[in-house]
């Protein structure tokens, strides 16, 4: 696949979602974001290796009331780094810091998913001041990054050598149904596992998601830095989570007081999985 399919597929996925893609220059990464809806503003960061179509099942809902900000991380889908710009772990954060700048005209919920759930949980602990609210979904940080083998293993083999049949084998337990869910994400569904090929077969997406998982993702968030976080925070957890265990997440809400809700029926994406309970959590922030 070149990347002009790659771009292709892409169009496809955001004729299906009711945003407007806008490109906007923040610390060096020229970035792709989605954008729409009036109302309190909600910032969604998705996690390692996606983009920002992976929460097509929970916009509709949540731009009824909310303004929605769904920004592509540095690196991947089609937020490029501009050459000679490094990005390190601080970079990262003051990205996210004139994102918020350019597209909240007040404080914002902030909700970051897997490796966006470790890069709101930083930024919160020294700019929590910013937020009107946190949320944690199924998110890395709050302990080692220690997928179970039965993830670990498919995820080595589709990184390794990615084909449509190794992306099969690890949805299968990125996902609790894999069918069921496809079955109701309908026409979205191909372009959206097309463009997950894609993106893990480009090299500078691959070097990104590296570099943000090692920086940011795979070491614990220090229990000092967390327990910083005075703004309100939420933990959203899938029942079946393989990548981030559900203990992590009750760990964390027993030490630091955060209100926890557990999803049943899904594994570590609830807003795909089941959008109604993830949306029915939010609005009850």
């Known amino acids: ?13 955001l004729a299906a979602i009711p945003l407007a893609e806008k490109i906007r220059e923040l610390n060096g990464v020229s970035t792709a974001v989605l954008e729409g809806g009036d109302g309190p503003p909600i910032v969604l960061l998705h996690g390692h290796g996606e983009f920002a179509a992976v929460w097509l099942r929970v916009v509709p809902e949540l731009m009824k009331t909310h303004h929605l900000v769904i920004p592509d991380l540095p690196g991947q889908g089609a937020s490029e780094i501009v ?3 490094t990005l390190d772990a601080d970079g990262v954060l ?17 909700a970051g998913h897997l490796l966006g759930g470790a890069i709101a949980a930083r930024y919160a602990a020294d700019r929590g001041h910013r937020l009107a609210h946190l949320v944690l979904v199924d998110t890395m940080g709050l302990a080692w990054y220690r997928p179970a083998p039965s993830f670990a293993i498919p995820m080595m083999g589709f990184m390794a050598r990615p ?9 299968d337990q990125c996902f609790l149904d894999r069918e069921q869910l496809r079955q109701r994400i309908g026409d979205s569904w191909e372009p959206l596992m097309d ?3 894609d993106q893990v077969r480009t090299p500078s997406v691959q070097s990104a998601v590296r570099r943000q998982i090692t920086g940011l993702g795979m070491r614990p968030i220090p229990q000092g830095d967390l327990a910083r976080i005075d703004v309100p925070t939420t933990l959203i957890h899938g029942r079946h989570d393989l990548q981030v265990r559900l203990k992590t997440a009750e760990e964390a809400a027993a030490r630091y007081g955060w209100a926890l809700h557990v999803i049943d029926d899904c594994r570590d994406d609830p807003a795909a999985e089941q959008p109604e309970a993830f949306i029915s959590a939010i609005m009850n922030l």
């Not at 696949?1 to 996925?13: A, H, K, Q, S, V």
């Not at 084909?163 to 949805?171: C, G, I, M, N």
């Open 94 to 110: 003051e990205w996210l810091d004139q994102l918020i700048d350019a597209t909240c005209d007040s404080a914002p919920v902030l």
């Open 1 to 13: 696949m070149n990347r002009n399919e790659g771009n292709g597929i892409r169009e496809r996925l």
């Open 83 to 85: 050459a000679g710009s």
């Open 163 to 171: 084909t449509a049949k190794s992306r099969d084998r690890l949805f």
């Open 195 to 197: 463009y997950a090929l």
